[in-house]
């Protein structure tokens, strides 16, 4: 059973433009996510961070937002580059925990 | 700061044959480390959480006599696959966590196992 979902296995945006990345969970303990970005046969990289006590968190072009109520979160990228072109995880943790669950993934793609 | 490394970066061994991955946190010192599997266009798959001086902790469905992992220090984690097969090839990512940083892991730059 998937705790942590996105639902969009890849995205295609115009460069300038936002990129809106989605991610669902199901489990409401879950009280930290994190959203990592990955190259092909490299490790995950650490982009942006929220604690479930908060709505948003801004990082540069990067913002990420958490319903709660609906058990969703989003990543926003504005404005998209190309560079930014690549898979980004979404992830959740428990409390007192250093567990992460991973979402599928999204696969990004910024056209020039 | 906050670097982990991964040796080798690839490797190539015949059926049957053992093959060790290193962990290592390299300006850190890290309790815990983790090691994940990462299959073609999938999610990455926690196999195993490794605390320093104790046993590994095995998520349901990974064998822990096939991927034999130690924690010997508080900068190196090692990932031994054991009798490898090609079903066994994948990319292995290790973490570690530095307890300072908000529950953030540092990801090492991953290892690609092929198994003939």
């Known amino acids: 059973d998937q705790q942590v979902k996105q639902n969009s296995p890849s995205l295609s945006v115009q460069e300038g433009r936002i990129s809106i990345l989605n991610c669902d969970y199901t489990?409401?303990?879950?009280?930290?996510f994190l959203w990592y970005k990955k190259y092909p046969a490299e490790g995950p990289t650490f982009l942006i961070s929220?604690?479930?006590?908060?709505d948003k968190n801004e990082d540069g072009r990067f913002t990420v937002f958490l319903n709660k109520s609906a058990k969703h979160l989003s990543l926003h990228i504005v404005p998209s580059q190309p560079g930014d072109s690549a898979v980004y995880f979404c992830?959740?943790?428990?409390?007192?925990?250093?567990?992460?669950?991973f979402g599928t993934g999204t696969r990004l793609k910024v056209l020039a | 700061g906050a670097v982990v490394s991964q040796h080798p970066s690839w490797v190539i061994c015949k059926s049957g044959t053992s093959v060790k991955i290193e962990c290592r946190s390299l300006?850190?010192?890290?309790?815990?480390m983790f090691w994940y599997r990462q299959f073609p266009k999938q999610s990455l798959m926690l196999m195993a959480t490794?605390?320093?001086?104790?046993?590994?902790?095995?998520e349901q469905g990974v064998e822990k006599d096939k991927f034999l992992i130690n924690h010997a220090s508080l900068t190196l984690s090692t990932l031994t696959v054991t009798s490898a097969h090609p079903e066994d090839s994948s990319f292995y990512i290790c973490?570690?966590?530095?307890?300072?940083?908000?529950?953030?892991?540092?990801f090492g730059p991953g290892t690609r196992l092929t198994v003939l």
């Open positions: 929220i604690s479930s006590i908060k």
């Open positions: 992830a959740a943790i428990f409390s007192g925990t250093y567990k992460y669950i």
């Open positions: 489990n409401s303990m879950f009280d930290y």
């Open positions: 490794s605390n320093e001086g104790s046993k590994a902790t095995y």
């Open positions: 973490s570690a966590e530095r307890g300072d940083t908000n529950n953030e892991q540092f």
């Open positions: 300006d850190f010192q890290a309790t815990t």
